[in-house]
């Protein structure tokens, strides 16, 4: 597609739960990065594929958070027994290169832990 | 430990007059920078960039200024226009293998008033 789709766009779950998040990424885009977004907060960088490299996931907050891609084509990012602290905007975005910067965002996945 | 920090949470201007979004940053390795725009329930959208080697980068009514010994930047945008009313993110990465993690600010609500 033209940008960058995630599914789905709002998710009200309860504590405990899991839950999974989708990411389309650009036709072509090797690179993909998933942040998130806390309410007052700036965007944290959650996790980076690039191509068939090993990901970087220095940034999951435990080990309660994975991220999947096959090749170049869709991300899952999957969130075991939420918290209530897991409650934010799951941002995904994709680039053609590794060089820092001008990647395009999707729209978000608003994620709500009650 | 907040590396990039945009210390106005908002601001407001009249239509035609300049903008002028600040961002400060702490780490000394980072070595480009970015300005990101984002409009309610849509994901952040690239807008402007510049590398430490440079001062100042121009893209029409956007203006990026960077001072490197001061670790300040800003986004100038001049004229103003209603439809810049937006939250700007101040963005940042370092050099080297993981120059694709931006660290982002907490952002800038700027409104632009007709």
């Known amino acids: 597609g033209a940008g960058v789709s995630q599914s789905p766009s709002n998710k009200v779950t309860e504590k405990g739960k899991d839950v999974e998040l989708r990411c389309d990424p650009i036709s072509g885009h090797t690179a993909l990065y998933w942040y998130r977004q806390r309410l007052g907060q700036g965007l944290e960088f959650l996790i980076y594929f690039q191509g068939n490299s090993a990901p970087d996931k220095s940034g999951l907050p435990s080990d309660r958070f994975s991220a999947e891609r096959t090749g170049e084509s869709v991300s899952t990012l999957t969130i075991q027994r939420t918290q209530q602290e897991d409650s934010a905007v799951y941002l995904c975005?994709?680039?053609?290169?590794?060089?820092?910067?001008?990647?395009?965002f999707g729209s978000g996945t608003r994620l709500t832990v009650v | 430990d907040q590396q990039v920090k945009q210390n106005s949470p908002s601001l407001s201007v009249q239509e035609g007059r300049i903008s002028i979004l600040n961002c400060d940053y702490t780490n000394s390795m980072f070595d480009y920078f970015l300005w990101y725009k984002k409009y309610p329930a849509e994901g952040p959208t690239f807008l402007i960039s510049i590398s430490s080697i440079k001062d100042k980068n121009e893209d029409g009514r956007f203006t990026v200024f960077l001072n490197k010994s001061a670790k300040h930047l800003s986004l100038h945008i001049v004229p103003s226009q209603p439809g810049d009313s937006a939250v700007y993110f101040c963005a940042a990465s370092g050099s080297g293998g993981s120059n694709y993690k931006l660290t982002f600010g907490k952002g800038t609500l700027l409104t632009v008033n007709p």
């Open positions: 975005a994709s680039s053609r290169t590794q060089i820092g910067g001008g990647y395009t």
